[in-house]
T-cell receptor, first 116, second 115 residues
Framework: GAVVSQHPSRVICKSGTSVKIECRSL??????MFWYRQFPKQSLMLMAT?????????EQGVEKDKFLINHASLTLSTLTVTSAHPEDSSFYIC????????????FGPGTRLTVT | GDSVTQMEGPVTLSEEAFLTINCTYT??????LFWYVQYPGEGLQLLLK?????DKGSNKGFEATYRKETTSFHLEKGSVQVSDSAVYFC??????????????FGTGTQLKVEL
């Protein structure tokens, strides 16, 4: 089946620094990628939807200047957490779809971000 | 807005026991319903889906029936195996509010199956 990878799987950074997380579709071209955030024992919360070559669409309450999303190619999207703070510590998950149907999302394994 | 509520875990069962994980939803439009599974260290995988009322989704021995009258989509399996140990997420997509591309997830239920 379709495979989505994320890198890194874990990252620890100091408060005030920026961190980039990569999401790659390994064996298909992803027209749309999604970024989620998951807190312990809580749902996956959609942060933004990105389409290749265009600006990401952010969900209400998500700061677009803090969570920069770039979808420069059909196989790569990046999420940059700028000026990270301890409250940004979380589990970030990306997913990708080939077509237009939501349930055909293929998920990455997630990235654990810890801000100290 | 749309929401999904599923039972809290962890659920611990012995091998070959019957499994039920409850899931109920609220939605503005006519949602499609899904169960995703996340094995340790891996990404979420679609387990099964149902797109309209009374549909039954099934896969790998798991089943769930879309019950519009009770707004439920409970996951069942007749005989669980140790390899079924994972976190299970109930989710919906609502064509009316999300254009069909937005998934709303429950909190996930961890299943532990013991020998």
């Amino acid at each position: 089946g379709a495979v989505v990878s994320q890198h890194p799987s874990r990252v620890i950074c100091k408060s005030g620094t920026s961190v980039k997380i990569e999401c790659r579709s390994l064996d298909f071209q992803a027209t749309t990628m999604f970024w989620y955030r998951q807190f312990p024992k809580q749902s996956l919360m959609l942060m933004a939807t990105s389409n290749e070559g265009s600006k990401a669409t952010y969900e209400q309450g998500v700061e677009k200047d803090k969570f920069l999303i770039n979808h420069a190619s059909l196989t790569l999207s990046t999420l940059t957490v700028t000026s990270a703070h301890p409250e940004d510590s979380s589990f970030y998950i990306c997913s990708a779809i080939q077509g237009a149907v939501a349930y055909e999302q293929y998920f990455g394994p997630g990235t654990r971000l810890t801000v100290t | 807005g749309d929401s999904v509520t599923q039972m809290e875990g962890p659920v611990t069962l012995s091998e070959e026991a019957f499994l039920t994980i409850n899931c109920t939803y609220t939605a503005t439009g006519y949602p499609s319903l899904f169960w995703y599974v996340q094995y340790p260290g891996e990404g979420l995988q679609l387990l099964l889906k149902a797109t309209k009322a009374d549909d039954k989704g099934s896969n790998k021995g798991f089943e769930a029936t879309y019950r519009k009258e009770t707004t439920s989509f409970h996951l069942e399996k007749g005989s669980v195996q140790v390899s079924d140990s994972a976190v299970y997420f109930c989710a919906l997509s609502d064509q009316l509010t999300g254009g069909g591309n937005k998934l709303t997830f429950g909190t996930g239920t961890q299943l532990k199956v013991e020998l």
